[in-house]
T-cell receptor, first 116, second 114 residues
Framework: DVKVTQSSRYLVKRTGEKVFLECVQD?????MFWYRQDPGLGLRLIYF???????EKGDIPEGYSVSREKKERFSLILESASTNQTSMYLC???????????????FGDGTRLSIL | GENVEQHPSTLSVQEGDSAVIKCTYS??????FPWYKQELGKGPQLIID?????GEKKDQRIAVTLNKTAKHFSLHITETQPEDSAVYFC?????????????FGSGTRLSIRP
């Protein structure tokens, strides 16, 4: 069974802090994703990565960056946290099965981040 | 840009009755349509998915239908049970050059009344 582990379930940080959210998957998946989930808005893609050291912007990348130094680990970085980044953050991974071939995404249980 | 619309946002059904959730998508190139269930305190979990070369797929009490012409797809849950209470998300693939990107609907909170 695929396991996607997010390092923290709950996190409280202050405005202006640099915040790191960590995600590890154990199934050797090429693709990894970071989403934020807000009520009534569903899941919105922040960044994704299809290979080590590769990253692509999603729909709402402003204020965020990512790092993928190893295949199994994908980090989300809030460069200078602001109150409007209070949200649930979800990490996911999926297998790459060829160009245009979609495979299921497997999610972690999320990190609820509060910025005070 | 591409989007996925999902209705209703909340749904309450009597235990044993059926529940239907509907989604529409905008990208005619979409070819993969997963459905996720999210229970309280958990991440979304895939419950069923369908690809564009198939019109219907069933897995026990859950079925999904796809109408590519109209660009809509639906989730049907029959004989609902209390453990079906959760938030359900539909999603559609977006053609992208380097990774499998999907766009999610806004979610449906399903409540099963005993």
């Amino acid at each position: 069974d695929v396991k996607v582990t997010q390092s923290s379930r709950y996190l409280v940080k202050r405005t202006g802090e640099k915040v790191f959210l960590e995600c590890v998957q154990d199934m050797d998946h090429e693709n990894m994703f970071w989403y934020r989930q807000d009520p009534g808005l569903g899941l919105r893609l922040i960044y994704f990565s299809y290979d080590v050291k590769m990253k692509e912007k999603g729909d709402i990348p402003e204020g965020y960056s990512v790092s993928r130094e190893k295949k199994e680990r994908f980090s989300l970085i809030l460069e200078s946290a602001s109150t409007n980044q209070t949200s649930m953050y979800l990490c996911a991974s999926s297998l790459f099965a060829g160009q245009g071939s979609n495979q299921p995404q497997h999610f972690g249980d999320g990190t609820r981040l509060s910025i005070l | 840009g591409e989007n996925v619309e999902q209705h209703p946002s909340t749904l309450s059904v009597q235990e044993g009755d059926s529940a239907v959730i509907k989604c529409t998508y905008s990208d005619s190139a979409s070819n993969y349509f997963p459905w996720y269930k999210q229970e309280l305190g958990k991440g979304p979990q895939l419950i069923i998915d369908i690809r564009s070369n198939v019109g219907e797929k069933k897995d026990q009490r859950i079925a999904v239908t796809l109408n590519k012409t109209a660009k809509h797809f639906s989730l049907h849950i029959t004989e609902t049970q209390p453990e079906d209470s959760a938030v359900y998300f539909c999603a559609a693939s977006i053609r992208y050059s380097s990774a499998s990107k999907i766009i999610f609907g806004s979610g449906t909170r399903l409540s099963i009344r005993p």
